[in-house]
């Protein structure tokens, strides 16, 4: 879906003759494909109600959500939207449209309740009363979404006022049910090229270094590249990450208990590590067929030594015992309980 270019592709969310001090919209970078679909969509007038854009963390969902909001309420003529400089774009980019819900979530778990889908369901039947008579819903990181949550939001997006659309954004598609996923038009959000994200962060006014430290990790996932560079957090996960991936390469076993030890007992966190865990994997797999493969995972010189050590077979392996630890981590199970029984799992693949 990604189009590579030689010059790094950029579209403003603005025209052009706006000056660069008055361009108050973000950049998309990259997909260019979903750009052109949205834009055509807008100007025959087909901008669907409910969107689901989905893609891995960082890859720019919500400023997708954002431009898609744009798209439906800029008040410039159709081929020219969003053009960025209309009250509507304004808003829209500074989060402060009245008609533009950014519907919060609840609880220790951070998900859509029926709670608030039902306060939605009532809150729809006010009109709006911008220019463009539409009202826009934004859910942003659907996760973790129970069943009474998903169908309140179905009766919601079945049969929906003519002026209110809806826009989840989600790592996966598999986050929704199939009655949801059929009544919204999906859109996969991709990374970009690492030329493209080294050109976001030249641009955002980060250093040669730290943008080419970050590239290295996260490749042209933007968001995640930024994250690495302004995030303690995010820069530990990645050591940490490093750090049982050597473990695993010796093989030693007392030292991957102490590496799982030290992730503590924050979902995300172990999220985190779990998933660079599971791309080191996916890595070793692909470079022990092809030794040139570009990577997607944080460290790709453990992936090319452990791709001389193992067989794709024990990499898939290992891909499913940190797939069911992810599982367990969803379902409740103790963390400490989960990390341990990865790291045997691994070990046991590993022998
Ligand atoms: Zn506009």
């Given at each position: ?6 010059v ?33 969509m ?10 689901i854009f ?63 889908a ?21 859910f ?25 659309c ?30 493209e994200?080294?050109?976001s ?73 779990l ?15 092809d ?16 791709s ?44």
């Amino acid at each position: 879906m990604d189009d590579t270019h030689d010059v790094p592709y950029t579209k403003y969310f603005k025209m052009a003759d706006i000056s660069e001090k008055e361009n108050i919209m973000k950049k998309i970078y990259g997909n260019t494909y979903l750009l052109g679909t949205l834009d055509n969509m807008r100007k025959n007038n087909r901008l669907a109600q409910s969107v689901i854009f989905y893609g891995e963390k960082g890859s720019g969902k919500k400023l997708f959500a954002d431009y898609y909001t744009s798209l439906l309420l800029c008040e410039a003529p159709d081929g020219d939207a969003p053009c960025g400089k209309c009250t509507a774009c304004r808003t829209v980019d500074s989060h402060s449209h009245p008609d533009v819900t950014y519907v919060p979530t609840e609880g220790k778990l951070e998900g859509y309740t029926v709670k608030i889908a039902r306060a939605v369901s009532s809150d729809v039947c006010i009109k709006p009363n911008n220019n463009t008579a539409k009202k826009v819903y934004i859910f942003r990181d659907c996760k973790n979404m129970n069943v009474q949550a998903q169908n309140a939001l179905l009766k919601l997006i079945e049969e929906p006022p003519e002026y209110a659309c809806f826009i989840f954004t989600a790592d996966s598609k598999s986050e929704f049910l199939p009655t949801i996923i059929s009544r919204c038009v999906c859109f996969g959000v991709s990374s970009c090229t690492e030329e493209e994200a080294r050109h976001s962060l030249i641009e955002s006014g980060f250093g040669a270094d730290e943008t080419a430290a970050a590239i290295k990790c996260f490749h042209g996932n933007i968001g995640r590249c930024t994250s690495y560079i302004v995030d303690e957090n995010l820069k530990n996960q990645v050591d940490l990450t490093k750090r049982i991936a050597n473990s695993i390469i010796r093989k030693d076993e007392y030292e991957l208990n102490a590496a799982f030890f030290t992730v503590g007992s924050g979902r995300n966190d172990i999220h985190s590590i779990l998933s660079m865990i599971d791309k080191l994997a996916r890595d070793a797999a692909v470079l022990s067929r092809d030794a040139d493969a570009p990577v997607i995972g944080c460290y790709r010189e453990a992936a090319v030594r452990l791709s001389t050590m193992i067989t794709a077979y024990q990499a898939v392996n290992i891909h499913n015992a940190v797939e069911r630890g992810c599982r367990a981590i969803d379902a409740n199970v103790n963390s400490s309980l989960v990390l341990a029984g990865v790291c045997a799992e691994i070990m046991e693949i590993m022998a």
